[in-house]
């Protein structure tokens, strides 16, 4: 089992739409979560991060819940520019801390 | 201010060939990782280092993979020799220190023939 997991995708889903992405982690001593953006052919960039209350950044929305060890991204009236990699991401903690990335899931908004 | 930045943004070479990425991470950012990204996959960490200090290279396939931080700033990673199964992207990223933002170069994609 990997140690984060997400539906690779893809999403297919039209502007202006609403879509969730889930992922699952298997670390429950993970410290810290976070949603990165990757565009085709282009490096991951730090989306936002995931915090235990929930928090909302403009259109997107990230929730965490530790107890099923679970993390969700919404992102709401999606449009073209949205298109790209969600890649889930876990910190481990203790001497190894570093990140864990999952798959990722491929996003694309038609017009 | 200068992201991070590696070069070349891609290579080709024939199996058995060496190759070598280079990167210069953000100013001032103690903390380089070197990761692999194979197509359809998220990031794995290869090496990181603190300053000129490899921390943790356990998933750095040593027999063929090697790099150096030598004053704790730019890094190279090598491979010699190739194989068919090390065509991915490489990736550079730096942080100001462990545990902070990490920032990611755009890549060195290789392709092994």
């Known amino acids: 089992r990997k140690e984060v997991e997400q539906d690779p995708g893809p999403f297919n889903v039209p502007e202006g739409a609403t879509v969730a992405f889930n992922c699952t982690y298997s670390?429950?001593?993970?410290?810290?979560f976070f949603w990165y953006r990757q565009d085709c052919r282009k490096e991951p960039k730090l989306l936002m991060s995931?915090?235990?209350s929930g928090n909302e950044d403009g259109r997107f929305t990230a929730q965490l819940n530790r107890a099923s060890q679970y993390i969700s991204l919404l992102i709401r009236d999606s449009k073209l520019s949205d298109s790209a990699t969600y890649l889930c991401?876990?910190?481990?903690?203790?001497?190894?801390?570093?990140?864990?990335f999952g798959t990722g899931t491929l996003l694309a908004v038609q017009p | 201010e200068a992201g991070v930045v590696q070069s070349p943004r891609y290579k080709i070479i024939e199996k058995k060939q060496p190759v070598a990425f280079w990167c210069n991470p953000i100013?001032?950012?103690?903390?380089l990782y070197w990761y692999l990204q194979n197509l359809g996959q998220g990031p794995e960490l290869l090496i990181r280092?603190?300053?000129?200090?490899?921390?943790?290279d356990s998933q750095l396939p040593k027999d063929r993979f090697s790099a150096e931080r030598l004053k704790g700033v730019d890094s190279t990673l090598k491979i010699q020799p190739a194989e068919l199964g090390d065509s991915a992207v490489y990736l550079c990223?730096?942080?100001?220190?462990?545990?902070?933002?990490?920032?990611f170069g755009a890549g060195t994609r290789l392709s092994v023939l």
């Open positions: 990223a730096s942080s100001l220190g462990q545990g902070q933002i990490q920032y």
């Open positions: 280092y603190e300053n000129e200090e490899a921390v943790d």
């Open positions: 100013s001032g950012h103690n903390t």
């Open positions: 991401v876990v910190r481990t903690g203790g001497a190894t801390n570093k990140l864990i």
């Open positions: 670390n429950s001593a993970s410290q810290s």
């Open positions: 995931v915090y235990s």
